[in-house]
Structure formats: structure tokens, C-alpha cells
């Protein structure tokens, strides 16, 4: 990618220039839909409605013992849909580092082949590896269309590049289907203490 030029700072000295070979921002957009989930055995099935598709999604089971289960899937379609996810895994904390070190790099290879240069690849993963990776319940994530992207997150750009690569990740987390009876009873055991 060609370098970005950006003036910034407030110092003494004047202004300082950053300089990178890609952009990472945060954008206002609306907020995707939400899928639901529920348990069918080891497997979780999502209930989706979207305009877009979602490529690349993974679906990751965890809890404070670690990485339960997890799976990829390749695209899921655009449309009202239940997809039935049979989750791999059964990873307790003494094999978790191993398997979530493949995922990360796993997430990272279909990054570069989405158009992100290796080292951009490599970097997106390490800033979100918390958001991603690290939290507990059920977290499923993917990757939007760019012609999805640039219809949330418009981009004007001057001179204009000869191409551009966007892409944008979505996360839903905490999608267990038990949580709110696991937090209905923690409620209750609040309410009678006082």
C-alpha cells in the first residue's frame, strides 16, 4: 500500500506526522442484528436475519476453564435463516493456548485472503484479541462484504486510490442461551440478601 501521511499533535515543537501503510478507525454505524442461539446437544443453532452475508464466521464456546468448542464456516447467506452449527473442540485450559493460537492465525490467514496485506492481517488480530478470543460464553464473530462496509462507513478519499481493501469485522458476544437464567438467579440471590 502506498504510505498515509496524518499531521497531528499539540506540542511545543509544532505538529508531529504519523505515517502507515493502512488506515484502522472507528466508525458510527447502525448496529447489525443480533442473531439468537440455542443448544442442540454439542451443537448451536443461530437464527439470523440479514441483508448482507456473513463470510468467514467463527463461532467460539467458552468458559473459565477455557475453550470449549469452536468452529468455522466458510459464508453463511444473506436472508432469514437457521444455520445449525456443530461446534469442534472439547479443549480444556491445558490444550487452549494451542487451539486459540490456531485460530488466531487461522483468522489471520482469511484476513490476508480478504485483500489485508500479511502484517495488517497479523495486527488486527493482536488489537482484538481480547474482544475475539477471551471472552467468556458464546461469542461468534465474521467478516461483512466490502459493498456492505462501504454502505455503513462511507469513504471519500482525495486524491482517490487506485483500489481500496476494507474490512470489517462484526462481533456478538454473549450469546449463550443460558445467560439470562444464569443471571436470573444471581438477581434472586441479590434480592434476598437485602
Not at 93 to 100: A, I
Not at 145 to 158: I, V
Not at 171 to 192: G, I, M, S, T
Request: glycine letters at 8%; proline letters at 4%; hydrophobic letters at 40%.
Amino acid at each position: 500500500a502506498s504510505e498515509v501521511f496524518c499531521a497531528g499533535g499539540h506540542s511545543n515543537l509544532g505538529t508531529k506526522w504519523d505515517t502507515e501503510r493502512f488506515i484502522y478507525y472507528d466508525g458510527l454505524m447502525k448496529q447489525p442484528a443480533t442473531p439468537k442461539a440455542a443448544r442442540d446437544g454439542n451443537n448451536v443453532v443461530l437464527e439470523s436475519a440479514s441483508d448482507h452475508d456473513w463470510l468467514d464466521v467463527l463461532v467460539l464456546d467458552r468458559n473459565s476453564n477455557g475453550l470449549k468448542n469452536s468452529t468455522w464456516i466458510d459464508k453463511i447467506p444473506a436472508g432469514k435463516r437457521t444455520t445449525k452449527v456443530e461446534l469442534q473442540g472439547n479443549m480444556g485450559k491445558r490444550g487452549e493456548l494451542q487451539t486459540l493460537e490456531g485460530l488466531r492465525a487461522d483468522l489471520a490467514k482469511r484476513l490476508s485472503a480478504a485483500g489485508l496485506n500479511q502484517d495488517e492481517a497479523v495486527a488486527l488480530v493482536k488489537v482484538w484479541n481480547e474482544g475475539f478470543f477471551n471472552q467468556d460464553g458464546l461469542t461468534v464473530f465474521y467478516r461483512i462484504p466490502q459493498e456492505t462496509y462501504d454502505k455503513w462507513l462511507p469513504l471519500e478519499a482525495k486524491p482517490a486510490p487506485a483500489k481500496t481493501v476494507r474490512v470489517g469485522l462484526v462481533v456478538h458476544d454473549r450469546l449463550e442461551p443460558e445467560l439470562d437464567a444464569r443471571l436470573e438467579v444471581l438477581v434472586n440471590k441479590l434480592a434476598a440478601q437485602h
